[in-house]
């Protein structure tokens, strides 16, 4: 599942985020996007801080930045409601040219959007370096629990042979003549996804039955990539230097907004 593979997110590669193990950089992660999201809106330095960091790690991992950035569509609807905060918003407002924006849903526009996107891109940035097998291990690793880890290894699995499937229907409905082009045809769509759900659901059926008679017991075997004293210290120096960040950040007067 290389950069090849349109409907992926790992780029393929040898760096040294691709290297360190998964349960370490989902630690790391989850450290570095809470001290993000934990950050008050006024420490504009400690953004600029993280923004560096991210940036860093990009360069690190060898992954192309135009890459990272075609990834970040999810981010859309956040970025729309960013905008419309100083519209809605109440209490002190600017006039900036012909519209009135609120000051506080300027701030906390200008916050949503800073926050979303750099926890987007760095999220992004860890599944472009991680396999989504890898990730699997990674949280049966740090103890997610085993009904968790089997939904998302099967999911994972099984997810091209249902996107296969859909493309076939797709392919038949076509050669058929049908174009779903108004809500008259809504009808059909339903019917197709029912058919979709019972054929999945019965090739789920079917491949429970083949595990269990041969030896299932609700945990697959894996083998884990235990992580060196280095490769926690890589880890916990981006939180690190993020937290340092906005440590100084709260003791400046500089950088902070009104």
Not at 68 to 83: K, N
Not at 192 to 220: P, Q
Not at 221 to 234: F, I
């Amino acid at each position: 599942m290389g950069a090849a593979h349109g409907h992926s997110l790992h780029y393929h590669g040898h760096s040294v985020l691709h290297r360190t193990p998964v349960h370490a950089k989902i630690v790391g992660l989850l450290a570095f996007v809470s001290v993000v999201v934990l950050t008050p809106g006024a420490y504009v330095l400690a953004f600029a801080a993280y923004a560096i960091i991210i940036a860093v790690l990009v360069a690190v991992s060898e992954v192309p930045v135009r890459y990272v950035l075609r990834r970040l569509w999810p981010v859309v609807p956040f970025v729309g409601v960013a905008l419309l905060l100083p519209v809605v918003a109440t209490g002190e407002r600017v006039d900036v040219g012909p519209v009135s924006l609120a000051v506080e849903g300027l701030r906390g526009g200008l916050t949503l959007l800073l926050k979303v996107l750099l926890a987007a891109t760095s999220a992004v940035l860890f599944a472009a370096t991680t396999e989504p097998r890898e990730l699997v291990r990674g949280l049966d690793q740090l103890r997610l629990p085993q009904p968790l880890v089997q939904i998302l290894a099967f999911m994972l699995r099984y997810l091209e042979v249902v996107a296969d499937e859909v493309r076939r229907m797709s392919i038949a409905l076509t050669s058929r003549g049908f174009r779903a082009r108004s809500p008259r045809h809504w009808p059909v769509l339903a019917r197709t996804l029912g058919a979709l759900f019972i054929r999945s659901y019965e090739r789920g059926e079917r491949v429970h039955l083949a595990m269990v008679s041969r030896g299932y017991t609700g945990r697959m075997p894996m083998r884990h990539t235990p992580a060196a004293v280095r490769d926690w210290a890589r880890v916990a120096a981006v939180p690190a230097a993020a937290a340092l960040a906005l440590v100084t950040a709260a003791l400046l007067p500089v950088g902070r907004l009104p």
